[in-house]
């Protein structure tokens, strides 16, 4: 069965039988295509690389990540991110050896290192960890608006991401931006019919308890003159009676503490290569596509209506990504 692979940082220059000679050494390559943009056809620093079986895939993976095509190094992963099985002892250790060598200790970043090995490989990412050594010891990579150097483990974040195929992407650097978006809103739903249910406790706790002095009352006003011959005054017990303990004064009241406001956390800007632009038009043009085909198959019969489920879930994940990218970058639009 044939395996679909992902190379990028593939030059302009380089024409698709130079990458197919540059593979075919190390496994039986089908096909290697470079991609275009679907909207301009302009051409993409990435290409799809077909090949016979998983044995020729995973000799491509290992010798063929670094190699050199016009000068420079490619970086090959799955096209379909594999399914995360439990970590193997030899992920173990390059996984160890990235987070000895950025000293990461945050929870998300140690994630994402984890899952680049797991979705890109061990060849890819150690690839990639090399090609982030060099760039750092060549002076390093500034971040987007040119106003700091980014760290070690910065440059191999931004390298991972640029290199890895959009379904690892997805994976790893998007969807995790939508599952906490996720929580804190079932949070915020659950919070609020709590603080409901606390108003009846509230209004019960104004009533008298049991076995404790009176307090004293406000005499009520007077509505109507009681009738001639009935007894002066309201029958002790009565509806005459206040409703219940007298309230503080404002001044009695101790005051709340005021809490400052958590200062902004200052944001970290990503750089917006031609290729993220390119990708966020292709999103749109096919969420547009999606939308359109939603239409056409509405307006058929109900019992022609078929797909309709599997394409609404299409569209909101397309639509979930076009936020993500719109968030991360807001001068996309």
């Not at 031609?274 to 239409?295: G, P, S, V």
Request: hydrophobic fraction near 40%.
């Amino acid at each position: 069965m044939s395996v679909n692979l992902h190379v990028a940082n593939l030059a302009l220059e380089a024409e698709d039988e130079q990458l197919h000679a540059v593979l075919a050494p190390y496994g039986h390559v089908l096909s290697a295509a470079r991609l275009y943009n679907k909207l301009n056809g302009q051409a993409k620093k990435v290409a799809l690389v077909v090949v016979e079986d998983d044995a020729s895939a995973e000799s491509v993976m290992v010798h063929g990540n670094g190699q050199l095509l016009l000068e420079q190094p490619l970086f090959i992963c799955p096209e379909t991110p594999p399914r995360p099985y439990p970590v193997t002892p030899e992920q173990k250790v390059v996984i160890d050896e990235i987070i000895a060598a950025f000293q990461e200790t945050d929870k998300e970043p140690l994630t994402q290192i984890r899952e680049i090995v797991q979705y890109g490989g061990i060849p890819f990412t150690r690839a990639v960890f090399q090609e982030a050594l060099r760039l750092e010891a060549a002076g390093g990579v500034l971040t987007h608006d040119g106003t700091r150097r980014r760290t070690p483990g910065g440059v191999f974040f931004f390298l991972a991401r640029m290199f890895l195929s959009r379904p690892a992407q997805r994976i790893i650097f998007f969807s995790r931006q939508y599952g906490k978006k996720t929580d804190e809103e079932g949070q915020e739903g659950q919070a609020k019919p709590a603080k409901k249910a606390a108003k009846p406790a509230k209004q019960q706790g104004k009533a008298p308890q049991a076995g404790t002095s009176p307090v004293p009352q406000k005499a009520p006003k007077a509505k109507k003159p009681a009738p001639a011959g009935a007894a002066g005054g309201a029958p002790s017990g009565g509806k005459g009676v206040s409703k219940g303990k007298a309230r503080p004064s404002a001044s009695a009241l101790p005051a709340r503490p005021v809490r400052p406001a958590p200062s902004p956390e200052p944001a970290i800007m990503e750089p917006l290569t031609d290729e993220i632009r390119a990708e966020y038009l292709e999103l749109k043009a096919t969420l547009q596509d999606a939308q359109k085909r939603l239409k056409a198959i509405q307006k058929q019969p109900a019992s022609k209506q078929t797909g309709l489920f599997s394409l609404t879930k299409e569209i909101w994940k397309l639509e979930s990504e076009v936020r993500a990218l719109q968030k991360r970058y807001p001068e996309l639009d």
